[in-house]
């Protein structure tokens, strides 16, 4: 499709479809409070699998779920998801006990893997080679949006309404979003040729949710306990049948072998490098601002607020700079790592703006980095396999998002009270983020042209 197909309305309608999906990742912490509280009386191993429930579940359809738009059409598969995030919100809202509470938010979570591929994969479709780079930029400032958006209005349900309220909330706004992404989204055409493999589904789904059982459970169970061990034992030897069973398939979810690319590789591990240090933040910033510095919910959700400006900001200027992806990434990852290193340094005594003087290094990271990233994994791929690129690439943003919080929650849980943890904790995942950086750099080699990322070409191939 030319350029000009990706009309503003429709950018602005997958945008915000997103936003949304995102937004319910982080919204839940800020009301572990109240619903600890609640009538439903849930105990400390459900309000984990309240909050877990949704990452777990979105994170690991995620993959199949982007082949699924690639195959059957991506603005079914979108529809379909926002049908199904309402759903599960509406089933939240009403749940009478904490089981139908975490089954809602898995079945919003499936909503949420639907959506997200769904999305960049219209995006790449509609935006044509040189409009890619700012479709990318406005895609990646939504996912960062949804993480404040969260955060904040989370926040607000805390402090003026109740949790009910925040999931029902949610029923009529996805209502209008489908209604807005039916009347301005073009269909894609869909790509037969892209298999669905039962089996290898089946194999990868389980897999993923079983590493990610193990990284979310981690530091509640201990890194050592059978419990955890056998997860990640379980999700190791499914992920391998499923990368054999793969390498044999006529007709594979996703060939394996597409990993042999320096470039998806680094690309992959910048924005698990980049959530990483982004949830991370988001996961010690709520604790320092309530328990430290004594705010309210409301006032917590607005403080992080900073967060905004450079992720608003700094993608449009990035987007300029997309035909040299390899320094304007390296830039971005190093300064979402000084921005922690930084952090590391707050106490009860730091004023507020010196605070805020870092949130806004990590978020002036953050909008340097993560379009390149994006674009550089959906051009590994072929075109036709948009949303499976997406869907690679997302995973690679949760299960990072997910190691973020397993790190800085164990490096915490082993000091004597938050305020003696937080400096150690951040400092701790700034020292990953930074190394980490180097080997993304390493991977991305030469710098490559525009042309290379617009057309999906390896850099060996420009």
């Known amino acids: 499709m030319p350029s000009h197909a990706l009309k503003r309305s429709t950018l602005l309608a997958l945008c915000a479809c997103v936003l949304v999906a995102q937004s319910m990742v982080a919204a839940i912490n800020l009301l572990i409070p109240q619903l600890s509280a609640s009538s439903l009386h849930p105990s400390h191993t459900q309000i984990l699998w309240t909050v877990d429930a949704y990452v777990i579940v979105f994170a690991g359809l995620l993959i199949p779920a982007g082949a699924l738009g690639d195959r059957h059409g991506r603005k ?23 089981a139908v509470l975490i089954a809602g938010r898995g079945i919003s979570g499936a909503g ?10 219209i995006l790449v479709h509609l935006a044509g080679p040189q409009g890619r780079a700012r479709a990318m930029a406005s895609w990646t400032l ?8 969260g955060n904040l209005g989370g926040g607000l349900a805390g402090q003026f ?24 989204t073009p269909r894609t055409d869909p790509s037969p040729r892209n298999g669905l493999d039962p089996l290898g589904t089946l194999l990868l789904t389980a897999g993923l949710v079983a590493v990610l059982f193990g990284i979310i459970e981690g530091p509640d169970h201990g890194w050592a306990s059978p419990r955890i061990l056998g997860s990640f034992a379980t999700g190791a030897a499914l992920i391998t049948a499923f990368t054999l069973g793969s390498l044999r398939s006529r007709s594979p979810l996703f060939d394996p072998r597409v990993f042999r690319s320096s470039r998806l590789r680094a690309t992959s591990l910048g924005l698990m490098t980049g959530f990483f240090g982004l949830f991370a933040l988001f996961f010690v910033n709520s604790q320092y601002l309530q328990e430290v510095k004594g705010y309210g919910p409301a006032v917590t959700g607005v403080a992080i607020v900073p967060l905004i400006v450079g992720m608003a900001l700094v993608p449009k200027l ?43 290094v990590i978020s002036a990271g953050t909008g340097l980095s993560m379009p390149a990233l994006t674009l550089g994994v959906v051009t590994s791929l072929p075109p036709h396999q948009a949303g499976l690129g997406s869907g690679l690439g997302t995973s690679a943003r949760e299960i990072g998002a997910a190691l973020g919080v397993a790190v800085a ?10 305020a003696l943890g937080m400096g150690p904790a951040l400092r701790a995942v700034a020292v990953a983020v930074l ?3 180097a080997l993304v750099m390493t991977g991305l ?12 070409l390896n850099p060996t191939e420009s």
């Open 318 to 360: 990035a987007a300029r700079w997309s035909a040299h992806p390899r320094p304007v990434i390296g830039s971005g990852l190093a300064l979402i790592g000084l921005g922690l290193l930084g952090a590391s340094t707050a106490d009860a005594g730091t004023p507020y703006p010196v605070y805020a003087g870092w949130l806004l």
């Open 445 to 456: 080699g030469a710098p490559v042209s525009r042309r290379s990322f617009d057309n999906g």
């Open 409 to 418: 929650g164990t490096v915490l849980a082993g000091h004597a009270g938050f």
């Open 112 to 121: 949420a893997a639907l959506i997200t591929p769904a999305t960049m994969s």
């Open 76 to 98: 079914g598969a979108l529809l379909a998801g926002l049908g199904l995030f309402a759903l599960g919100a509406a089933t939240s809202a009403i749940a009478p006990d904490p």
């Open 142 to 149: 939504a996912m960062g949006l949804g993480g404040l958006a």
């Open 161 to 184: 309404l109740t949790w009910r309220a925040l999931f029902a909330v949610m029923i009529p706004l996805a209502a209008l979003l489908a209604l807005t992404v039916a009347l301005t």
């Open 435 to 437: 190394a980490a950086t």
